[in-house]
């Protein structure tokens, strides 16, 4: 399991930067004609199951949380493809992201876990492939 982590974490790019986002209401915006999957806001651990991604382009997986805590995030098909942790600040919004590049994600579904460190913690995902 650390080796395929280690493997998906080698093919991708993680970053995390605050956001405001939480002072205006939502925590991450719509993602336009990009978007694979838009989860406008849930609370405590979650997930979907979603499907239409294409391999010829890169995939960019974003998740926003507040609340106090952390959320540990994963992306799968048969494998996991992608792990990160966004650290969950009380009163604002702490922002993960990590972009896949082409042929990482294969065609077809995808599973995305979301486990938060407490039930009280808010939290938002989109799936991306950008143009």
């Known amino acids: ?31 336009g004609p990009d978007g694979l999957v838009w989860v406008e806001e849930m609370t405590g651990d979650g997930g ?28 799968a098909q048969q494998t996991q493809v992608a792990a990160f942790t966004v650290d969950c600040p009380v009163g604002d919004a702490g922002v ?16 995305v876990g979301v486990d938060a460190s407490s039930d009280g913690i808010r939290w938002s995902l989109t799936v991306t492939q950008p143009e």
């Open 48 to 75: 979907l199951v979603s499907g239409g991604a294409w391999e010829g382009l890169p995939t960019v997986l974003t998740a926003a949380c507040e609340g106090g805590g952390s959320i540990d995030v994963t992306m």
């Open 1 to 31: 399991m650390a080796v395929a982590l280690l493997a998906a974490c080698a093919m991708t790019a993680v970053s995390v930067v605050p956001a405001a986002a939480a002072a205006t209401g939502g925590l991450l915006p719509h993602p």
């Open 96 to 111: 993960g992201s990590v972009t896949m590049d082409p042929g990482v994600v294969k065609p077809g579904s995808f599973a």
